[in-house]
């Protein structure tokens, strides 16, 4: 695989144990003599942690393989491969030296603990949206895709979705699953925005979603708890609300699988990524994050169904993988990005009225 590479330019010279230092306090590679002596100094930390990146999530299980790849001599612990985004803070404020270097997070709750993040700009920094950014560098977005509704075609009536109102219907008593519960995963939250505007609510009303739920509830649709590959293989969870790159992959255990993304209520979104203020591997962290937003790293990223952040300044220099972008799906409709401040709210609102919802 190729090796992220770049000009040493020797802005903070000196041993790899100097350069460690330097790290802790840098805003970009150069200040550690750009990407070759962020390299040095990550592998005399030998290790960065890691936190809630399970192997089928948007490839990274290729991601971490090919991250020791290009550059050895960097141990990569996973902790927690399935946290959400909470548990990732929670396992911050935890500190120490299993304490994550780098977190992965829903909008939401990167924007409520931004200060527990450090300010680091990747060199592809201005490829990056500036809408999808931190103008400060403590949150910056990476990859993201459609809010979708996967299912076996073999077990819904008729053999396919064509509403969210379908979810409704007899036929799928005790089929329809979420991925977590929306008051901790950004993931579930999300699906509850996308249920909402499908059911007349708004970004800005998420009322209608989990009104939507309590009716699923109400009329033995809904399968209370997180779905996971296993209950879809099981066929459990048959009809799952998941990111549409989530859901792609479930085609390799269930050969009917196909998802639907309702026209009248397409919802995008990106996660972020962040360094941790207090990073136990400093330098390790922030080479985490230059191979990430590398080409390398937005490519495993578009292999795994996901949209890197990075696509449209990509395609522009001709670095984009043309078969990968023709695989992700097709949406037809005026997409909506819903801002961290109405993921807020809604997450507001779901945690004063979910569990009533579905008891």
């Not at 945690?351 to 008891?359: G, T």
């Given at each position: 695989?190729?090796?992220?590479?770049?000009?040493?330019?020797?802005?903070?010279?000196?041993?790899?144990?100097?350069?460690?230092?330097?790290?802790?306090?840098?805003?970009?590679?150069?200040?550690?003599?750009?990407?070759?002596?962020?390299?040095?100094?990550?592998?005399?930390?030998?290790?960065?942690?890691?936190?809630?990146?399970?192997?089928?999530?948007?490839?990274?299980?290729?991601?971490?393989?090919?991250?020791?790849?290009?550059?050895?001599?960097?141990?990569?612990?996973?902790?927690?491969?399935?946290?959400?985004?909470?548990?990732?803070?929670?396992?911050?404020?935890?500190?120490?030296?299993?304490?994550?270097?780098?977190?992965?997070?829903?909008?939401?709750?990167?924007?409520?603990?931004?200060?527990?993040?450090?300010?680091?700009?990747?060199?592809?920094?201005?490829?990056i949206p500036?809408?999808?950014?931190?103008?400060?560098?403590?949150?910056?977005?990476?990859?993201?895709?459609?809010?979708?509704?996967?299912?076996?075609?073999?077990?819904?009536?008729?053999?396919?979705?064509?509403?969210?109102?379908?979810?409704?219907?007899?036929?799928?008593?005790?089929?329809?699953?979420?991925?977590?519960?929306?008051?901790?995963?950004?993931?579930?939250?999300?699906?509850?925005?996308?249920?909402?505007?499908?059911?007349?609510?708004?970004?800005?009303?998420?009322?209608?979603?989990?009104?939507?739920?309590?009716?699923?509830?109400?009329?033995?649709?809904?399968?209370?708890?997180?779905?996971?590959?296993?209950?879809?293989?099981?066929?459990?969870?048959?009809?799952?609300?998941?990111?549409?790159?989530?859901?792609?992959?479930?085609?390799?255990?269930?050969?009917?699988?196909?998802?639907?993304?309702?026209?009248?209520?397409?919802?995008?979104?990106?996660?972020?990524?962040?360094?941790?203020?207090?990073?136990?591997?400093?330098?390790?962290?922030?080479?985490?994050?230059?191979?990430?937003?590398?080409?390398?790293?937005?490519?495993?990223?578009?292999k795994g169904?996901?949209?890197?952040?990075?696509?449209?300044?990509?395609?522009?220099?001709?670095?984009?993988?043309?078969?990968?972008?023709?695989?992700?799906?097709?949406?037809?409709?005026?997409?909506?990005?819903?801002?961290?401040?109405?993921?807020?709210?809604?997450?507001?609102y779901a945690?004063?009225?979910?569990?009533?919802?579905?008891?």
């Open positions: 695989m190729a090796v992220v590479t770049c000009v040493l330019v020797g802005a903070c010279g000196g041993s790899a144990n100097e350069k460690v230092s330097c790290a802790k306090a840098a805003t970009s590679a150069t200040a550690c003599g750009s990407i070759a002596g962020l390299y040095a100094a990550a592998k005399a930390e030998g290790q960065v942690n890691v936190i809630g990146l399970a192997p089928d999530w948007v490839n990274y299980g290729a991601i971490i393989e090919n991250f020791k790849v290009a550059f050895p001599g960097i141990q990569v612990n996973s902790a927690n491969p399935n946290a959400f985004s909470q548990e990732e803070i929670d396992a911050v404020k935890v500190r120490g030296s299993g304490a994550p270097d780098v977190v992965d997070l829903g909008l939401k709750v990167a924007l409520a603990n931004d200060s527990l993040f450090a300010p680091y700009k990747v060199a592809t920094w201005d490829d500036a809408s999808l950014k931190a103008p400060t560098g403590v949150w910056f977005s990476s990859y993201g895709g459609y809010m979708g509704i996967g299912y076996d075609s073999a077990r819904v009536p008729g053999g396919t979705i064509t509403s969210v109102s379908d979810l409704l219907g007899p036929g799928y008593k005790g089929r329809v699953a979420l991925p977590g519960d929306p008051t901790k995963s950004n993931q579930a939250l999300n699906a509850l925005i996308m249920a909402s505007v499908a059911n007349g609510g708004s970004i800005d009303d998420v009322s209608k979603g989990v009104d939507f739920f309590h009716r699923l509830k109400v009329a033995g649709n809904f399968v209370p708890g997180a779905a996971t590959i296993a209950t879809v293989k099981s066929g459990k969870a048959s009809v799952l609300f998941e990111w549409d790159y989530v859901s792609a992959p479930h085609v390799k255990d269930v050969s009917g699988w196909s998802i639907f993304v309702p026209s009248n209520a397409i919802i995008g979104g990106y996660y972020t990524q962040a360094v941790n203020k207090a990073a136990p591997h400093p330098a390790a962290a922030r080479l985490w994050e230059e191979y990430l937003f590398s080409d390398l790293g937005q490519s495993l990223w578009l169904g996901a949209h890197p952040v990075r696509q449209a300044a990509m395609e522009k220099s001709g670095q984009i993988d043309a078969n990968a972008t023709a695989a992700l799906p097709r949406v037809k409709g005026t997409v909506s990005f819903p801002t961290g401040e109405q993921q807020a709210a809604a997450a507001t945690l004063s009225h979910w569990s009533q919802a579905i008891a």
